[in-house]
Structures are given as structure tokens and as C-alpha cells.
Nanobody, 116 residues
Framework: QVHLVESGGGLVQAGGSLRLSCEAS????????MGWYRQAPGKQRESVAS???????NYADSVKGRFTISKDNAKNTVYLQMNRLKPEDTAVYYC??????????WGQGTQVTVSS
């Protein structure tokens, strides 16, 4: 059983920055992939960024050049640095992990609100 806890969300003005953190705990913390998704009101959940166990990253086109995903294996934590935030980045951000056993885990989500 894997438990993911996100933190770092909040209210920020357009052009500002936030850093999200997601700490994993529990058993079998060897992940094939970890990532961040977001869901805005009335919209489907979408992938924002992901990082494979060997470090390869992927980003949604809408955040390329503004967001950076990274991880600290020693702390079992993945981060999402979000710069030059836009009002359209407003959403609940969820952490996701794909275990070595192909089990998928989700965090409870953290709200990010960007004011114009």
C-alpha cells in the first residue's frame, strides 16, 4: 500500500511561482514513474508532467518551459516547480505513482489558484 501526500498549493498572482511536493510512504516505494495531473472545474483530469525512475521527464505542451518536475529518491518525494503561472493553471493538482508492480496510486490533491 502506497500513500501519497501533496503539499505546496495555494493562491498566487499571475506570473508568480509555486512549488508542489508529493511525499510517498508505505511499502514498495520503487516507482516506475511518478507524475502530476490536474483537474480544473468542469474539465477532465489531464497529465501535467511525469518523471521515470531513470529520470526522463515529459511535460504537457501547455506547461513546457514553465514547469519543472524533479524527484529526491532518498526522500521518496517528487516536486513540481511552477513558474510564470497563468490563470488557466488553476486546478486541483494530483500526484500519481506507478509502482514496479504496476499498481497506481493517487494523492488527495492540492488546490492551485492563480489570480489575474
Amino acid at each position: 500500500q502506497v500513500h501519497l501526500v501533496e503539499s505546496g498549493g495555494g493562491l498566487v498572482q499571475a506570473g508568480g511561482s509555486l512549488r508542489l511536493s508529493c511525499e510517498a510512504s508505505g511499502r514498495n516505494l520503487r516507482f516506475r514513474n511518478m507524475g502530476w495531473y490536474r483537474q480544473a472545474p468542469g474539465k477532465q483530469r489531464e497529465s501535467v508532467a511525469s518523471i521515470a525512475w531513470f529520470g526522463v521527464t515529459n511535460y504537457a505542451d501547455s506547461v513546457k518551459g514553465r514547469f519543472t518536475i524533479s524527484k529526491d529518491n532518498a526522500k521518496n518525494t517528487v516536486y513540481l516547480q511552477m513558474n510564470r503561472l497563468k490563470p488557466e493553471d488553476t486546478a486541483v493538482y494530483y500526484c500519481n505513482a506507478l509502482g514496479s508492480d504496476n499498481a497506481v496510486s493517487w494523492g488527495q490533491g492540492t488546490q492551485v489558484t492563480v489570480s489575474s
